[in-house]
């Protein structure tokens, strides 16, 4: 087998630099490394030049496979799952594949592409605007119009970002990062020997640029997403539900609750409730934390039902207005965590707003959840999936919060236990794990995988169609 890249001998400056790099990493792709689950073909690299081509040769061992993980730091659920796959394939896999994570669109592109984190952000904050994007969008013939017109000035260096990383295997863990590089590989007729899969990363409302019928895989995290892929216009075949990905640190962390509350200097007695306030400390945090000191006290036996844990991430204003307060119940406040799994493991229930990763944490800990905000759009169907079955309830209100954590802590602990039970049943923690042996299990059987022709094109004229 041979893989041929042309040698371009006239390109445009970011692309002699984009070859000097493929050359300089094509040349240290050997690896001795053979994982027992790998795959039954064998081959060794041999490099032959001429007529301003490189041959590469597969006579012995079987090359490191080249995976691209394709996200964008819109919300912290992409890059999260995104890493999450990244650990999982070094888990099970080692070094037969090498795993890079990027955001192509900020390091390649130009307007829109490259400022969508500071876009999104911004339109999350006025939240009307982010409804009117997210639904505005929604009809296939806008969506494809607006991609397509984005195709035609920025294809070339999207491709410029895959020539750079050469991958055998492309995973989409963001909406927008499917149409492009799908296009793109049509182009270099590569669509049939570059495996293409899509990871969704929202657990019930989705927006219809997740699906494309050109992957080789989309995987689901719920049936309801499923429901919505086969109509949209994928097969059967190409959808899989595993759940969302969760990154094996904490899907496969096994905790003791009592010793997490001596590590963490909790009381090993009292109840505990989770107070999130996302990785920038948003939403109604320090009025629900409020509330829940007053709740949570019991004033006829002055003394606390229960105990506070309030995570504030990035917001060091809001860390140290909390810190400034009097409490009558025992509170943990706390900055950017790195260690959820123990915080929630130590924990009897979460408040937090309908985020897709942190419902999954919650449910694998068997947290009941009270959802206390929502994004529209991608978030407003995480609220009936929780609900629905059973695993917790929604209220805006702090002070309505307060009162169902404390009726929890006191006189209905039973709906509290069921809760928890329920949570456990919707939990999927091998889903990361389900999804790297799926895709292996595809690369397995499209066979050797280093006969890729990746080649700089001119020209992107009849690229859209």
Wanted: aromatic share 10%.
């Amino acid at each position: 087998m041979a893989m041929k890249v042309a040698s371009p001998k006239k390109v445009a400056s970011i692309t002699e630099k984009v070859w000097q790099r493929v050359y300089g990493r094509s040349s240290s792709n050997n690896s001795s490394h053979h994982h027992q689950r790998g795959c039954s073909y064998e081959s060794e690299d041999e490099y032959e030049e001429y007529d301003g081509t490189i041959q590469l040769m597969q006579m012995g061992a079987e090359r490191t496979k080249n995976v691209l993980i394709l996200m964008s730091d819109t919300g912290g659920g992409h890059r999260a799952s995104a890493e999450a796959i990244r650990d999982a394939f070094q888990i099970e896999f080692g070094d037969e594949y090498r795993i890079f994570v990027k955001d192509v669109w900020k390091e390649y592109t130009g307007w829109p592409l490259n400022d969508m984190e500071r876009s999104y952000k911004f339109m999350v904050k006025h939240v009307q605007l982010w409804k009117v994007a997210f639904h505005s969008t929604y009809p296939r013939w806008i969506h494809s119009c607006y991609l397509a017109a984005i195709a035609a000035y920025y294809a070339k260096e999207v491709e410029a970002g895959l020539m750079e990383y050469k991958p055998d295997i492309i995973i989409s863990v963001h909406p927008l990062m499917q149409h492009i590089p799908l296009w793109v590989l049509k182009w270099q007729g590569l669509q049939k020997k570059v495996i293409f899969v899509t990871v969704i990363t929202d657990l019930n409302t989705c927006h219809p640029t997740w699906f494309h019928p050109g992957v080789n895989r989309c995987y689901c995290p719920s049936k309801e997403v499923a429901k919505r892929a086969l109509l949209d216009g994928l097969e059967e075949s190409q959808i899989q539900v595993f759940g969302l990905p969760i990154r094996p640190s904490f899907a496969r962390a096994v905790l003791c609750k009592d010793d997490l509350r001596k590590e963490l200097e909790m009381d090993p007695d009292l109840p505990a409730v989770l107070l999130m306030g996302g990785g920038e400390g948003m939403g109604p945090v320090k009025k629900t934390a409020k509330a829940l000191g007053e709740s949570l006290y019991d004033k006829d036996q002055e003394k606390p039902i229960g105990q506070l844990i309030i995570i504030c991430g990035r917001n060091k204003a809001l860390v140290s207005t909390l810190e400034s307060e009097e409490w009558k119940i025992p509170v943990k406040v706390r900055g950017f965590e790195t260690q959820m799994e123990k915080w929630m493991g130590a924990c009897d229930c979460i408040i937090t707003k309908a985020g897709p990763g942190t419902i999954a944490e919650a449910l694998i800990r068997g947290l009941p959840i009270v959802l206390n905000d929502y994004i529209p759009g991608q978030e407003k169907g995480n609220v009936p999936y929780v609900v629905d079955n059973g695993a917790g309830v929604f209220t805006r209100s702090p002070k309505e919060t307060a009162k169902i954590v404390a009726e929890w802590f006191s006189t209905k602990t039973d709906e509290l236990k069921r809760m928890s039970e329920n949570a456990l049943k919707l939990a999927q923690p091998e889903a990361v794990f389900d999804i790297v042996k799926d895709i292996h299990e595809l690369a397995c059987q499209r066979g050797p995988l280093a006969n890729i022709p990746y080649v700089l094109t001119s020209s992107f004229t009849s690229l859209i169609e």
